[in-house]
T-cell receptor, first 114, second 113 residues
């Protein structure tokens, strides 16, 4: 069973379009995240949700809107896509109420904006 | 905020040799330091972690050391194998006040057969 699954794995779209990436975790975790990995492999947190509540927003443009319908899902919607949005986006989850717990990552969604 | 620096950016070793990757962090309140391995086309996967109340931790061929005074921690891989080839990331977090991991810039390890 896949612990953290995100779809699609690849996404190619034109500038100006709106797209969504879905994420689901079956680990029973309370906390979910979105990370962005750029072409130089640098991983940076974008958002964090704990029990469906937004707790971290790392100055991400408001074209990016996360939605958490329940604590097992955290979807990422991106409006008006720009070339600079091309990256690999990773969803992750952890049991956020325990000290120093492992974050489990999905396989990533490679977004290419043309 | 926290800043994590990681060196080297690339590391090439002969199979059987040891590999060492070093990280420094800036926030003295950070108390959790995981290491992640990322293989091509996959998400990062935890390989070992250490908390600030421990100086060293070992798991088979992998060990991590932490120097809180100097604010640096290191990953040691002994008897390297070709399947150890991947990108390794260190990270730091203050799990008492934040749910986020701040990652280093990654080290691409190549183990030559």
């Amino acid at each position: 069973d896949t612990a953290v699954s995100q779809t699609p794995k690849y996404l190619v779209t034109q500038m100006g379009n709106d797209k969504s990436i879905k994420c689901e975790q079956n680990l029973g975790h309370d906390t979910m995240y979105w990370y962005k990995q750029d072409s130089k492999k640098f991983l940076k947190i974008m958002f964090s949700y704990n029990n469906k509540e937004l707790i971290i927003n790392e100055t991400v443009p408001n074209r990016f809107s996360p939605k958490s319908p329940d604590k097992a899902h955290l979807n990422l919607h991106i409006n008006s896509l720009e070339l600079g949005d091309s990256a690999v986006y990773f969803c992750a989850s952890s049991q956020g109420d325990q000290v120093g717990t492992e974050a489990f990552f999905g396989q990533g969604t490679r977004l290419t904006v043309v | 905020g926290e800043n994590v620096e990681q060196h080297p950016s690339t590391l090439s070793v002969q199979e059987g040799d040891s590999a060492v990757i070093k990280c420094t962090y800036s926030d003295s309140a950070s108390n959790y330091f995981p290491w992640y391995k990322q293989e091509l086309g996959k998400g990062p996967q935890l390989i070992i972690d250490i908390r600030s109340n421990v100086g060293e931790k070992k798991d088979q061929r992998i060990a991590v050391t932490l120097n809180k005074t100097a604010k640096h921690f290191s990953l040691h891989i002994t008897e390297t194998q070709p399947e150890d080839s991947a990108v390794y990331f260190c990270a730091a977090s203050n799990v008492d006040s934040s749910y986020k991991l701040i990652f280093g810039s990654g080290t691409r390890l190549l183990v030559r057969p």
